[in-house]
């Protein structure tokens, strides 16, 4: 499972998916629907940055936005998958039921911004099943379908250009995650990155 875990803000998101939507070679949609709404499939990176407008019932502002990418040719299309809220949950929710984009060979691209008032930030992820363990989890569970029916070459190869690109702007490193110009902007500010924090692990970061 080829995964890319980094450090990114706002500005670093924006044009990371503005240079994924120019290349025009895969349909993003969200991973899980607003309540009984229909997944979308955004066409914009306007449109995915002003989820991080969105707020949870607390009015705290998301952190975090899901996203699920079909790689163009790669595979069959993806059917949202309804999926039914526990009564017990429902008052608390307010909705009865929400909607997932799911996929054997979906790519995952999950952005994370600072938390609200707070000077943490989450790192930002990709990642897709590879063919072995999609055919290892179809034995257990048919729901998606036939894992054969991907082309894991393809999907490799996209994911891979992703991971490239998203090491290509870092513009420093800690352990092995790239750290994009606005994490590092933050980090500089005293932001803590996940389990790092200049005030003691200054030596673990690696600047390009």
Not at 91 to 101: D, L, P, S, V
Not at 144 to 172: C, H, M, Q
Request: net charge positive.
């Amino acid at each position: 499972m080829p995964n890319c875990d980094f450090y990114a803000t706002a500005a670093d998101h924006a044009p990371l998916l503005e240079w994924l939507l120019a290349e025009n070679t895969c349909s993003i949609y969200e991973l899980s629907s607003i309540g009984e709404n229909p997944l979308r499939r955004f066409t914009s990176a306007a449109e995915i940055m002003d989820e991080f407008k969105r707020t949870y019932t607390n009015g705290v502002p998301w952190h975090s936005v899901y996203l699920q990418l079909h790689v163009n040719g790669s595979g069959p299309m993806p059917k949202p998958r309804r999926i039914d809220i526990n009564p017990d949950a429902q008052a608390r929710c307010g909705f009865r039921y929400r909607y997932a984009m799911e996929g054997w060979s979906l790519v995952q691209l999950y952005l994370s911004v600072p938390r609200h008032n707070k000077r943490f930030l989450d790192n930002s992820h990709t990642n897709h099943n590879s063919q072995k363990r999609a055919e290892t989890w179809a034995a257990v569970s048919n729901n998606l379908g036939n894992p054969s029916a991907w082309d894991y070459k393809k999907i490799t190869s996209f994911s891979s250009r992703l991971n490239r690109e998203i090491r290509k702007r870092a513009v420093a490193k800690l352990g092995s995650r790239p750290v994009l110009p606005g994490a590092l902007a933050e980090w500089k500010n005293g932001g803590t990155l996940g389990v790092y924090n200049i005030a003691t692990h200054a030596k673990s970061l690696a600047q390009s």
